[in-house]
T-cell receptor
Framework: GAVVSQHPSRVICKSGTSVKIECRSL??????MFWYRQFPKQSLMLMAT?????????EQGVEKDKFLINHASLTLSTLTVTSAHPEDSSFYIC????????????FGPGTRLTVT | GENVEQHPSTLSVQEGDSAVIKCTYS??????FPWYKQELGKRPQLIID?????GEKKDQRIAVTLNKTAKHFSLHITETQPEDSAVYFC????????????FGKGTTLSVSS
C-alpha cells in the first residue's frame, strides 16, 4: 500500500504557457501533501505545503501566484506552473503524508518539466 | 525553520570498504531522520530511518546513528558494493506534526570495484 502517483511523468511546454501536474494518493487519504522542486545535481527543495481544503503554505522565495497549488480532496493535489519560463524547467516531486501512524511520507515518481 | 547540513558532498570508496555520511540539523523539534537513495530521474527511495527515541538502528549493511544532544545523525554503509553508487540524502522533520521533510544537499557515493 501507500502508493503516490504523479501525472504527467514528463511534459514539454512553450514559454508563457501553463502546465498542471497532478499528485494522487492511490490507497490512502493524505491530510497533507508537499511539493518539491529538484534542479539537476541538487537537492529536493520544498516549495509548499498543502492541506486539504485550505490554502497552501509557500516557502520563502516561491511565488504563490506562479505556482498555484490546489488540494481539493484527501487524495489529490495539483500544482500549476503558470506562465512558464525556461528557468522553471526542473523535476517536480510531490509527497503525501498519511496523517496517522506510522506518520510516513510517500513520494510520487516525479514530473520532468521542460520549458522551451 | 529547519536547516540540514550534509557532508561530504562526494565520497569515493573501494568495493568492500565502509562509507559514512554525516548530517546536522538545527531544529530541536525534529524527531524523524530518514535517509534516501536517489537514482537519476527517479523518486527518492527510503533506505533507513530513525526516530528521536532511539540512538541507533541497523538493517543489514546499513546503519544510522543519532545524537540528539549534538543534533547530528550519520549513515553507515559497510561492505560497499558497486550498486551502492548513487546520491544519498538525509532529511529531518517533526513527523507527528506532519511537517515537511527538509533535505540535506546530498552525497554522491561512488563505489569502485
Amino acid at each position: 500500500g501507500a502508493v503516490v502517483s504523479q501525472h504527467p511523468s514528463r511534459v514539454i511546454c512553450k514559454s508563457g504557457t501553463s502546465v498542471k501536474i497532478e499528485c494522487r494518493s492511490l490507497d490512502f487519504q493524505a491530510t497533507t501533501m508537499f511539493w518539491y522542486r529538484q534542479f539537476p545535481k541538487q537537492s529536493l527543495m520544498l516549495m509548499a505545503t498543502s492541506n486539504e481544503g485550505s490554502k497552501a503554505t509557500y516557502e520563502q522565495g516561491v511565488e504563490k501566484d506562479k505556482f498555484l497549488i490546489n488540494h481539493a480532496s484527501l487524495t489529490l493535489s495539483t500544482l500549476t506552473v503558470t506562465s512558464a519560463h525556461p528557468e522553471d524547467s526542473s523535476f517536480y516531486i510531490c509527497s503525501a503524508h498519511r496523517g496517522g501512524a506510522p506518520y510516513e511520507q510517500y513520494f510520487g515518481p516525479g514530473t520532468r518539466l521542460t520549458v522551451t | 525553520g529547519e536547516n540540514v547540513e550534509q557532508h561530504p558532498s562526494t565520497l569515493s570508496v573501494q568495493e568492500g570498504d565502509s562509507a559514512v555520511i554525516k548530517c546536522t540539523y538545527s531544529d530541536s523539534a525534529s524527531n524523524y531522520f530518514p535517509w534516501y537513495k536517489q537514482e537519476l530521474g527517479k523518486r527518492p527511495q527510503l533506505i533507513i530511518d530513525i526516530r528521536s527515541n532511539v540512538g541507533e538502528k541497523k538493517d543489514q549493511r546499513i546503519a544510522v546513528t543519532l545524537n540528539k544532544t549534538a543534533k547530528h545523525f550519520s549513515l553507515h554503509i559497510t561492505e560497499t558494493q558497486p550498486e551502492d553508487s548513487a546520491v544519498y540524502f538525509c532529511a529531518a522533520s517533526d513527523h507527528q506534526a506532519g511537517t515537511a521533510l527538509i533535505f540535506g544537499k546530498g552525497t554522491t557515493l561512488s563505489v569502485s570495484s
